[in-house]
């Protein structure tokens, strides 16, 4: 789908909306916060994995 300005995916609703009008207000802020739960989320899986390993 295309899209001008903050037009974007609500994983909510499940449609391609206008974020700001949406209610999404920074839509940036939203894929960064993503980002940084996916990494936590692998690094901690690399850390008991690890820790599994050694006993």
């Known amino acids: 789908m295309e899209g001008k300005g903050?037009?974007?995916y609500d994983a909510k609703?499940?449609?391609?909306v206008e974020m700001m009008k949406a209610g999404i207000i920074d839509p940036?802020?939203?894929t960064?916060?993503?980002?940084?739960?996916a990494a936590s989320v692998?690094?901690?899986d690399f850390d008991y994995?690890?820790?599994f390993d050694r006993h």
């Open 13 to 16: 609703s499940d449609k391609f």
């Open 49 to 51: 994995g690890v820790c």
């Open 6 to 8: 903050d037009y974007g």
């Open 28 to 30: 940036k802020k939203v």
């Open 42 to 44: 692998s690094r901690n």
């Open 32 to 37: 960064r916060v993503a980002l940084e739960n």
